[in-house]
């Protein structure tokens, strides 16, 4: 099982002062309720803390606390934001997670594999 789940990608910077558009991989609203992510960079995983959440289209536009410029974070594109499991968004009953279901066995109701 993961213990950190993608909520997006982040596409591009906006405007100049650090801002950054985000395809959001959850339902957008989540970022509301967000404090910080985990922007896996490849080599490490960077804690940063939500400032401000926008809209734009189908993106979201997010602000991080202590970065100001687009040269701080223009480095960044294309790396995922994540959060940690204990963070997560409650599921309803028979609701998964895609990170629980890649690699399960599927088997058809009469037990044959799929």
Do not use: Q
Request: with cysteine.
């Amino acid at each position: 099982m993961e213990d950190l789940l993608k909520v997006g990608v982040i596409t591009t910077t906006h405007g100049i002062r650090g801002e950054v558009k985000v395809y959001p991989t959850t339902d957008a609203d989540r970022f509301l309720d967000l404090e910080y992510v985990l922007l896996d960079t490849g080599r490490e995983k960077r804690k940063l803390e939500i400032e401000n959440v926008k809209y734009f289209k189908n993106l979201v536009i997010l602000k991080f606390r202590g970065i100001d410029n687009i040269n701080d974070i223009e480095r960044y594109k294309r790396c995922p934001l994540l959060v940690e499991r204990k963070d997560a968004v409650e599921l309803e009953e028979d609701e998964y997670f895609i990170a629980d279901m890649i690699g399960i066995e599927v088997v058809t109701e009469d037990d044959k594999p799929f």
